[in-house]
């Protein structure tokens, strides 16, 4: 065992300090930031809008679409080229599909939503916070949702379980390590997002899922937090 | 219209236990074959038939320079190209998103496992290493083209062989193969598991891949662990059918590693 304590001194299962806020971008119908310790998460709701070029329309239902994309500056190495990377375009699918589930675009015909997610600064769990934001930005924007949907990277390094990796973690040597992230509905303790790269025994999988919902719960809490402290403020006002 | 009729004909057909061409909802379509140096040019080759589902992969091999932060390694560039050659639905041009996560979650696959040890893939430490370019040509796509492609993408790279390559030139004579292969110290195999209504089955056609609620890819070795896993499709589930959907896995890796 070589993994005894964390680098930051955190405890194996507590999160980075998280600070979440809504309504950060004026122009947008709905907007939020979710900071996870140095990772960064803007999103911006537009929509349900007319979607052009027409022929992506569908006249039964709406449809989501998300981008995630990292700012050039905002990653640990070399500067992040503009314009969109396999690597982005894959977590907007995946973003897209870990937010579907709480939506009702069947009430949006012919229309998009539109999601924009942008991070200043990166230090590992970027998909995640952008889902948490996302979310948040979504229900900002006052869309009918079944849920929020809040999501944490857990994982193990050497044989220690861990929740919310940070960078120094994912890229540790010579021991086993593996990156789960994962997005849950809170309310029904489904499971939205899953994907892992790394080495893990089904077993500890099947802990981790369980932390991970754990973790979620608390992240929902915060979720709910800030977006009512929002409207709390403006009643005062 | 269609789908939905199809959808509801499905999940009916699944809770009877049958599937539309007859299988058993675990049953992979057999037998699967796997041929080996298709293709001449390529340094290593192979091509993985499941019954109709037809894929072809290359390797193709460069030396280049390694990244910063990994001065002694080589490594592994996964493409896939969905051309209209396999399926009317494709569209020419760039790699649209369904090739990209098909070539991501088959390069996950092997990078993760540590099937190959990218250290062996370098020639001088921080200058020159060994670039393996992988990419997965679907001939004919009827479903599961991830597990046919991680499939295929393995049998390749068993075939591979380094080409000459000359230290004082610094080229590369492609014409003479050298009798070095590519050691490969794990195998990982991905298993797609697919739900429909309250189902599970792997290998899905076409037809069923049109009305799928959720799919899982998990890539596991030979120990029964997990190095890669992929969810799609729009439906959330619970950890309880996450568990399950490996338990699959794990069995149906089996399988298919006695075909390479």
């Known amino acids: 065992m070589v993994y005894k304590k964390r680098i930051d001194d955190r405890g194996f299962e507590e999160t980075r300090k998280i600070e979440a806020k809504v309504g950060v971008i004026p122009r947008a119908d709905g907007s939020a930031y979710f900071k996870i310790g140095d990772t960064w998460a803007y999103a911006a709701v537009y929509g349900p809008r007319n979607l052009y070029p027409r022929f992506l329309q569908n006249p039964k239902k709406g449809i989501l679409r998300c981008n ?90 050497d044989d220690k379980l861990l929740v919310d990796l940070d960078y120094a973690e994912e890229a540790y040597e010579d021991v086993p390590v593996a990156d789960i992230p994962v997005a849950v509905l809170p309310n029904s303790d489904k499971i939205s997002l899953l994907q892992m790269d790394g080495e893990i025994s089904k077993d500890e999988l099947k802990k981790l899922l369980e932390l991970a919902k754990k973790t979620c719960k608390d992240i929902y809490e915060i979720q709910k937090k800030a977006l009512k402290a929002k409207y709390v403020k403006e009643k005062v006002e | 219209m269609y789908e939905e009729g199809l959808h509801n004909h499905i999940v009916k057909l699944l809770k009877a236990g049958v599937r539309l061409d007859g299988r058993k909802l675990l049953d992979y379509r057999k037998p699967i074959k796997v041929e080996y140096g298709v293709s001449k040019t390529a340094e290593g080759s192979a091509r993985v038939h499941i019954e109709n589902t037809d894929v072809m992969v290359g390797v193709k091999m460069e030396v280049g320079e390694p990244y910063p932060d990994m001065p002694d390694q080589g490594t592994i560039i996964v493409g896939a190209e969905l051309t209209p050659l396999a399926n009317p639905n494709f569209e020419l041009g760039p790699p649209g998103i369904d090739a990209i996560e098909l070539a991501r979650v088959v390069d996950r696959g092997i990078r993760e496992s540590k099937a190959l040890d990218f250290k062996k893939l370098c020639i001088k430490k921080g200058e020159k290493v060994w670039l393996l370019l992988i990419d997965i040509i679907p001939i004919n796509d009827d479903g599961n083209l991830i597990d046919a492609s991680a499939l295929a993408v393995l049998a390749a790279l068993k075939d591979a062989n380094f080409p000459k390559y000359d230290e004082k030139t610094e080229k590369i004579d492609y014409k003479e193969k050298t009798d070095k292969k590519v050691e490969l110290t794990k195998e990982p195999i991905a298993v797609t598991v697919v739900k429909i209504g309250d189902s599970f089955i792997v290998d899905p056609t076409t037809e069923e891949e049109k009305v799928i609620d959720t799919r899982v890819t998990i890539s596991t070795k030979k120990d029964g662990s997990l190095c890669a896993i992929q969810k799609g499709g729009d439906m959330p589930l619970t950890s309880d059918e996450i568990m399950q959907m490996v338990d699959i896995a794990i069995e149906k890796a089996k399988e298919l590693r006695e075909v390479l």
Not at chain 1, 75 to 82: F, H, I, K, L
Not at chain 1, 87 to 98: G, N, Q
Not at chain 1, 99 to 123: A, G, K, M, R, W
């Open chain 1, 68 to 157: 995630y994309n990292m700012m050039p500056f905002s990653g640990s190495g070399e500067r992040v080229r503009p314009g969109g990377s396999r690597r982005s375009k894959e977590i907007s699918l995946v973003t897209e599909k870990a937010l579907i589930p709480v939506l009702n675009l069947d009430e949006y015909p012919n229309s998009v939503v539109d999601v924009f997610i942008e991070f200043p600064q990166t230090n590992a769990g970027s998909r995640c916070a952008g889902i948490c934001a996302a979310s948040m930005a979504l229900a900002d924007a006052g869309l009918e949702m079944k849920d929020l949907v809040a999501a944490i990277s857990v994982g193990r390094v």
